[in-house]
Nanobody
Framework: EVQLQASGGGLVQAGGSLRLSCAAS????????IGWFRQAPGKEREEVAC????????YHPASAKGRFTISRDDAKNTVYLQMNSLKPEDTATYYC??????????????????????WGQGTQVTVSS
């Protein structure tokens, strides 16, 4: 069991950058893989990144690779999502989530909302054109 707090969202212009933070408490990241998901109004929640608990291996879907970077700071028990070259279509509520799935914990890979048991409250990202 881990509690997650997502923060760092805001309003930015297209082409700008944001860094989202996911602070964990109640447990340490060595037990979990952490994923970032986003959900735009009227759309299903989709994964944008995952980071493993060991060796900081990462996964990014094609839609985010090259623009989004997930990283981990074990000293702060925090996972980040650096978002660059933002587009209006990136506008969404962004959530971080934790999973104990062995495959993801050992080596980050694609998951789903059903893979993750613990979720943060989400932080809003709005990208203007």
């Amino acid at each position: 069991e881990v509690q997650l707090q997502a923060s760092g969202g805001g309003l930015v212009q297209a082409g700008g950058s944001l860094r989202l933070s996911c602070a964990a408490s109640g447990d340490t990241f060595d037990h979990y893989a952490i994923g970032w998901f986003r959900q735009a109004p009227g759309k299903e929640r989709e994964e944008v990144a995952c980071i493993a608990s060991s060796d900081a291996k990462t996964y990014h879907p094609a839609s985010a690779k090259g623009r989004f970077t997930i990283s981990r700071d074990d000293a702060k028990n925090t996972v980040y999502l650096q978002m660059n070259s933002l587009k209006p279509e990136d506008t969404a509520t962004y959530y971080c989530a934790a999973t104990t799935d062995g495959r993801l914990v050992s080596s980050a890979t694609a998951g789903s909302i059903y893979t993750y048991a613990d979720w943060g409250q989400g932080t809003q990202v709005t990208v203007s054109s």
